[in-house]
């Protein structure tokens, strides 16, 4: 089993629609959560961080954490053709970067005009 | 301000050629990191620096060599590499050095946009 788990999509769905990507890890060391949105042959940019359990909400996007499920989620409200995107999620134990991020494969998103 | 820039953008290189990736950062963080990516993959860790220091190689041919010469700077120098070497270069950086702990605000990992490089 893979430590974290991401379905690659695609994902497509109209303008408009409310998009929800998940993922889900095995590691219980993981505290810090995030995502990464990248366009095609960019690099990741940093979308959302959580730490622990709980939501965060910023603009159109709320980044959602349950520990106890091992499970987390990114809404994206109101979406745009300009969503579309990989959506990388991340994860690491400590809070700083440098003890290094655990990546899902990423999710295709596409937002049909 | 959040910014890592990447020279060159692109790179197209003959298998005999030494060339070399150039990453920097003035946001005063401890630690850089090197990434290959592939098409439709994640990410993947080669070199982590802490404090100018080579804290991780995850087992990258010694073609690859990393360079640290200040804290804002990091250099990937190429040589004789293989067509399967093509991809994605992605440079980091964060906040907190390798085996801190951070009270701050948030810190991860921010990325630069990327060298895509190709071998012929």
């Known amino acids: 089993q893979k430590e974290v788990e991401q379905d690659p999509g695609p994902l497509s769905v109209p303008e408009g629609a409310i998009v929800s990507l998940n993922c889900t890890y095995s590691?219980?060391?993981?505290?810090?959560f995030m995502w990464y949105r990248q366009y095609s042959r960019k690099g990741p940019e940093l979308l959302m961080y959580?730490?622990?359990?709980g939501n965060k909400e910023d603009g159109r996007f709320t980044a959602q954490v349950d520990k106890s499920s091992k499970y987390i989620s990114l809404f994206i409200r109101d979406s745009q053709p300009s969503d579309s995107a990989t959506y990388l999620c991340?994860?690491?134990?400590?809070?700083?970067?440098?003890?290094?991020?655990?990546f899902g494969k990423g999710t295709h998103l596409i937002i049909q005009p | 301000d959040t910014e890592v820039t990447q020279t060159p953008k692109h790179l197209v290189m003959g298998m005999t050629n030494k060339k070399s990736l150039k990453c920097e950062q003035h946001?005063?963080?401890?630690?850089m990191y090197w990434y290959k990516q592939k098409a439709k993959k994640p990410p993947e860790l080669m070199f982590v620096?802490?404090?100018?220091?080579?804290?991780i190689n995850e087992s990258v041919p010694s073609r690859f060599s990393p360079e640290c010469p200040n804290s804002s700077l990091l250099n990937l120098h190429l040589h004789a590499l293989q067509p399967e070497d093509s991809a994605l270069y992605l440079c980091?950086?964060?906040?907190?050095?390798?085996?801190?702990?951070?009270?701050?605000?948030?810190?991860?990992?921010?990325f630069g946009p990327g060298t895509r490089l190709t071998v012929l």
């Open positions: 991340a994860m690491s134990g400590t809070g700083g970067g440098a003890d290094g991020l655990t």
């Open positions: 590691n219980s060391a993981f505290q810090y």
């Open positions: 980091a950086s964060s906040q907190v050095g390798q085996g801190e702990t951070w009270a701050g605000a948030e810190d991860t990992q921010y």
């Open positions: 620096y802490s404090y100018e220091k080579l804290s």
């Open positions: 946001m005063g963080h401890r630690a």
């Open positions: 959580t730490y622990s359990s």
